[in-house]
């Protein structure tokens, strides 16, 4: 018996380990583990001995058997929320790349270039998708669109839902649930990363089913170092508002204390900051900055705050000469900084281990 909510095996011997639900919860129609139930009512995280790589074999054996695949990545994350050498674990299977929590984007982008971007970064990463297509999970945007191009795809094969963690694809699946018998938030859905456990089967009238799979973990994601409180902060539920600062050189921002931004040198210029609403940015001298920060680092400089302040490892400096305008620096869940004028040198501080990387401006 599995757990309807996260996939992983029912068991009712050991109360610490996965899988653990009361006996008396076996009698009722639809049975969820202990973990998934305090997640759902109290939302409560029991930790889990699971590592990635048990996850990674979970989709490695994915590649045996035959169907299609699904990748869900965070449209705000692309970069940290992609599946490096997805290719490999999944075989010659037909994907369908879909960029979800796009309500979070300004209204001003269009969706058409944006998804070319999506096609050419994704062939740049090694994948050719059969198509590319936006959708918000959490508000059921674009999701008739994306249940037609399964159907049409899949060719009467199983349905395999991928992508990292809190990507959305439990939300995305409880919309299909949803559409077809009106009943919602079957599959458990959270903040926290590693949510799902195992394999979910739904199945389907024609005797196939999809399948939601356990989020990989992507380790250079910031959501891994910090606890509840902060990771809600720095996760977008409403459309995203830039934040345009006009600098000289040698000043400094900082995102909360989760992020370090620099403008070492070049002319006057604009960055425009792409983060969740709630946070806070500091503008400050680059000469005041290390001050600033081991001063006031949990308080006035927060995110992180409580735990999440003696789980962050500590700051590693990227520095990049900027030739173009136009460009991303993408701190991997946390955002982005789009350079808005050529030939400027500036440097980013993020925790050790979080990926900081260049790319095409997505906006």
């Known amino acids: 018996m599995k757990c309807i909510g996260c996939g992983i095996t029912i068991q009712t011997d050991n109360p610490k380990k996965e899988g653990y639900t009361p006996p008396a919860s076996l009698e009722k129609e639809e049975v969820v583990c202990k973990r998934c139930f305090r997640l759902r009512n109290y939302n409560e995280l029991q930790p889990v001995s699971l590592s990635s790589d048990d996850f990674l074999k979970i989709l490695n054996g994915i590649g045996t058997k035959e169907g299609m695949v699904v990748l869900i990545v965070d449209i705000f994350d692309f970069n940290g929320s992609w599946i490096n050498g997805l290719h490999r674990f999944v075989g010659n299977k037909d994907i369908l790349l879909i960029g979800n929590k796009s309500d979070i984007l300004p209204k001003s982008i269009n969706p058409n270039r944006l998804t070319n971007w999506m096609k050419a970064e994704a062939v740049k990463l090694g994948l050719k998708p059969v198509d590319v297509l936006l959708v918000s999970a959490y508000k059921g945007k674009g999701m008739e669109e994306a249940l037609t191009a399964i159907d049409t795809i899949r060719k009467g094969k199983d349905v395999y839902v991928v992508g990292c963690t809190n990507v959305g694809k439990s939300t995305f699946i409880n919309r299909i649930i949803k559409r077809a018998t009106g009943i919602g938030e079957v599959i458990t859905t959270s903040h926290f990363p590693g949510t799902t456990l195992d394999l979910v089967e739904i199945?389907?009238?024609?005797?196939?089913?999809?399948?939601?799979?356990?989020?990989?973990?992507?380790?250079?994601?910031?959501?891994?170092?910090?606890?509840?409180?902060?990771?809600?902060?720095?996760?977008?539920?409403n459309e995203l508002k830039p934040k345009v600062f006009q600098l000289n050189a040698e000043q400094t921002l900082f995102i909360g204390g989760l992020a370090r931004f620099d403008f070492i040198s070049g002319e006057r210029s604009s960055f425009t900051i792409h983060i969740s609403n709630g946070l806070t940015i500091h503008r400050t001298k680059l000469s005041n900055a290390d001050t600033l920060y081991e001063n006031h680092l949990g308080e006035m400089l927060s995110p992180p705050s409580g735990e999440s302040i003696d789980k962050m490892p500590p700051f590693v400096r990227h520095e990049f000469s900027i030739k173009k305008a136009k460009t991303d620096i993408v701190i991997s869940g946390l955002g982005w900084v789009t350079i808005q004028h050529p030939n400027v040198v500036v440097a980013v501080h993020a925790p050790r281990g979080v990926d900081v990387v260049l790319r095409p401006s997505l906006i």
């Open 203 to 237: 199945p389907l009238d024609d005797g196939k089913a999809i399948y939601d799979t356990p989020g990989i973990i992507n380790d250079h994601q910031i959501a891994h170092h910090l606890d509840e409180n902060d990771l809600k902060a720095i996760t977008p539920k």
